[in-house]
T-cell receptor, first 114, second 112 residues
Framework: AQKVTQAQTEISVVEKEDVTLDCVYE???????LFWYKQPPSGELVFLIR??????QNEISGRYSWNFQKSTSSFNFTITASQVVDSAVYFC???????????FGTGTSLTVIP | NAGVTQTPKFRILKIGQSMTLQCTQD?????MYWYRQDPGMGLKLIYY???????DKGEVPNGYNVSRSTTEDFPLRLELAAPSQTSVYFC???????????FGDGTRLSIL
């Protein structure tokens, strides 16, 4: 079973629009960690944020915000006033305290049209 | 800090050749990982290691081998390269289960 699901394969928005990338996870651990990564067209993988299962506070960093809801097992990522530089593939990931692996979703490709 | 360093950045192999992809990290991380990313696809775990002398298979280990003789180095060996192994290979490391993975810049491998 897929531990991290990113149902949106591709999204296109016009510059300055807001966009939300969905992430749903599955785990039986009570302690776990959630992450978002960005992969721009240049190919590198850039870490954006980490959340642990005990902290459901939303996080805001500039135009980026993250909404963590344990009740729905979701960790969604919103970009406000999108810019062309936001065009990238975004990956959500899960790590369980009891395990050694890192589970990535299949990614959402975001294209921001100028 | 250099972080995670992968060499080479690009390589073209002929079918049946062998090669080793190098990965080294200078952060004293215990956990190291190898992934492959096929064009337009996500990351698939090949092998991982939780410390020197300990390795384990991931989702797609066939055709690959790894070793972890030191904390810093985690080379990936391709034996008898096949066209299906054409991909971008990423190495990553992290300190423990609650920390993010730090990625190298990747090795773009083509097998013709």
């Amino acid at each position: 079973a897929q531990k991290v699901t990113q149902a949106q394969t591709e999204i296109s928005v016009v510059e300055k629009e807001d966009v939300t990338l969905d992430c749903v996870y599955e785990t039986r651990d009570t302690t776990y960690y959630l992450f978002w990564y960005k992969q721009p067209p240049s190919g590198e993988l850039v870490f954006l944020i980490r959340r642990n299962s005990f902290d459901e506070q939303n996080e805001i960093s500039g135009r980026y915000s993250w909404n963590f809801q344990k009740s729905t097992s979701s960790f969604n990522f919103t970009i406000t006033a999108s810019q062309v530089v936001d065009s990238a593939v975004y990956f959500c990931a899960l790590s369980e305290r009891s395990g050694n692996q890192f589970y990535f979703g299949t990614g959402t490709s975001l294209t921001v049209i100028p | 800090n250099a972080g995670v360093t992968q060499t080479p950045k690009f390589r073209i192999l002929k079918i049946g050749q062998s090669m080793t992809l190098q990965c080294t990290q200078d952060m004293n991380h215990n956990y190291m990982y190898w992934y492959r990313q096929d064009p337009g696809m996500g990351l698939k775990l090949i092998y991982y290691s939780v410390g020197a002398g300990i390795t384990d298979k991931g989702e797609v280990p066939n055709g690959y081998n790894v070793s972890r003789s030191t904390t810093e180095d985690f080379p990936l060996r391709l034996e008898l390269a096949a066209p299906s192994q054409t991909s971008v290979y990423f190495c990553a490391s992290r300190a423990n289960s609650n920390q993010p993975q730090h990625f190298g810049d990747g090795t773009r491998l083509s097998i013709l």
